[in-house]
């Protein structure tokens, strides 16, 4: 059973930095890709960020030169730098991870985070 252990949100003013966390386990295979959703209220969930377990990376243009998303493959734990925090960042963020043998998909519970302008 995959577990997804999510941590560092909280309250940060505009021009503040985060960092959230994730640890993922129960896969025996290990994980294709671990990547930071967001929803913000009234809005759909949206990518953020993305990386595969090869290192690659991918980003939403609007964090693009302020988020970065960094990896552990041997830890199964996946990070996400956020600097120069904006209001319009202000959602619940989601870890969400792909298992590579089989290919299930797997999201944690979210954690708040809110910046105040």
């Known amino acids: 059973q995959v577990q997804l252990v999510e941590s560092g949100g909280g309250l940060v003013q505009a021009g503040g930095s985060l960092r959230l966390s994730c640890a993922a386990s129960?896969?025996?295979?290990?994980?294709?890709?671990m990547d930071w959703y967001r929803q913000a209220p009234g809005k759909q969930r949206e990518l953020v960020a993305a990386?595969?377990?090869?290192?690659?990376?991918n980003y939403a243009d609007s964090v693009k030169g302020r988020f970065t998303i960094s990896g552990d493959n041997a830890k199964n734990t996946v990070y996400l730098q956020m600097n120069n925090l904006k209001s319009e960042d202000t959602a619940v963020y989601y870890c969400?991870?792909?298992?590579?043998?089989?290919?299930?998909?797997?999201w944690g519970k979210g954690t708040q985070v809110t910046v105040s302008s």
């Open positions: 969400k991870v792909v298992q590579k043998i089989p290919k299930n998909a797997y």
């Open positions: 129960g896969s025996a295979f290990g994980f294709d890709a």
């Open positions: 990386r595969t377990s090869g290192g690659d990376t």
